[in-house]
């Protein structure tokens, strides 16, 4: 069916995939690939939905919005989303070095991103994952942290330019960490009762306009020319 609020609708739509698909994603061990299939859908839409002033859709709700940006105020593991828990496995870094090689991946103290202490606020972690997933900067890894071909996938990685083009903001999360947030983010979202009616005004002139061809019981004239040609 047609939702009738898409910014919260359809990721629930998502979460009741999840639900549906989690248990063969366990057994064929492909939780991150799986967690990083609902995240392209469940968060980078909505997202834009709630974030983008000149959305060609729709304005964002002002709640949504406010909320947003009110996790300016609150760091990533303490974000609203979380609902009082914990993400189990989260590391933040701001690299200086190449992106391309995850072995020389090194933040301005020299340290990879796995040993990090680094913190930033909830939005730009948010907007870091966003960035990384519309553009194609996620990254595999192994237990060391490493994008090394045939080992078994630990980590995931997002990566977005840094505004002043100095480096990259990376995210990290262990794959069942990555998978409770995106759960944690849907539920989230379905707290927010809606603000107003979504209508497209073209839809609603369509509906108000009576002359409109597909509305009209006119009989369209035909040229005289064209029915003899016939």
Known sequence: MVPERFVT??????????D??????????????FALLVASAAF???FARMVE????????????????EGLKKQSFAD???WDGEKPGFFRYAKIVTEAEDSVRWRNAKGEHPLASSEMKDA????????????????????????????????????LSRHENGDGYRVAIFDEETFLAFLKAWIEWLQTFPPEREFKFAEAAEWRSNSTHPFNSSRTLSVPSSARSRA
Request: glycine content about 6%; aromatic content about 8%; hydrophobic content about 40%.
């Open 9 to 18: 609708e359809y990721p629930a739509r998502c979460r009741q995939l999840l």
């Open 20 to 33: 549906l698909l989690e248990g063969p994603a366990r057994e064929a061990d492909l939780v991150g690939s």
């Open 44 to 46: 980078t839409i909505p």
């Open 53 to 68: 002033k000149a959305h060609p859709l729709s304005a964002p709700e002002d709640e949504l919005y406010d909320a947003v």
């Open 79 to 81: 974000a609203k989303f």
């Open 123 to 158: 939005n730009v972690i948010l907007r870091t994952i966003r960035n990384a997933l519309a553009h194609g900067n996620v990254v595999y890894l192994d237990k060391d942290g490493y994008e090394t071909a045939g080992n078994r996938l630990v980590y995931l990685a997002f």
